[in-house]
Every structure is written in C-alpha cells, then in structure tokens.
C-alpha cells in the first residue's frame, strides 16, 4: 500500500494505483498455481495485467471487485502492543528481583 491506496507493477507496465479495482482471471492456471488477471481500476479506469490475483490458497482465481480502506489498528492508536507489554512487565520483573526467566 502507499498512501491508503494499492499498487500493481509489471514489468514494462506503468504502476497503477487504486482504492476500488476488480480482478477478471485471464486463460487457465499456469503449473505453479498462478493465474495472470487483468485488474481494472474502477475509481480511474486505468488497467493493468498482473503474474496472479488474489484468492484463496489453490482455489481459481475468480472474477471479484475489491476496495480498499486503510484504517489504523487499535494498539496503534492506544499506543500499546499487548503481547510485547506482557514481555516487557516480565523483563523488568525479572530485573528487579533478581530471578531468571525460564522459556519453556
């Protein structure tokens, strides 16, 4: 993502950058599972063609619309990252009693 919007490169293509595109797949799977889309930009009507869409593990790639919201995750705005929290309180638990921490 750059700037709340997704990007597509292809090589010898220009970058296209979008909030709203729609994925249509192009011929059958390739043998390593990848599948060419075209994606058409429905908020500039740029289109680009790209080496695999998106889809769900060895599923076929299907013709989707997808639109992008670029929102903060909540321990982002609370400033707070529970599980490194709970490590730093055990650290400096540690330090200050003298006791070892014994990962098991």
Not at 2 to 28: D, I, N
Not at 59 to 70: K, P
Request: aromatic fraction near 12%; proline fraction near 6%.
């Amino acid at each position: 993502m750059a700037g709340g919007k997704v990007y597509f490169e292809h090589a010898g293509l220009p970058r296209v950058e979008t909030t709203h595109f729609k994925q249509r797949p192009v011929g059958k799977p390739a043998p390593n599972g990848y599948q060419q889309v075209y994606i058409t930009c429905l908020d500039t009507g740029k289109e680009t063609l790209t080496f695999d869409g998106i889809g769900v593990g060895e599923e076929r790639r299907a013709e989707r619309e997808f639109y992008v919201t670029s929102e903060k995750a909540p321990f982002l705005w609370e400033g707070k990252y529970g599980t490194a929290e709970r490590i730093r309180r055990l650290l400096l638990a540690s330090l200050e009693t003298g006791n070892p921490i014994r990962w098991c």
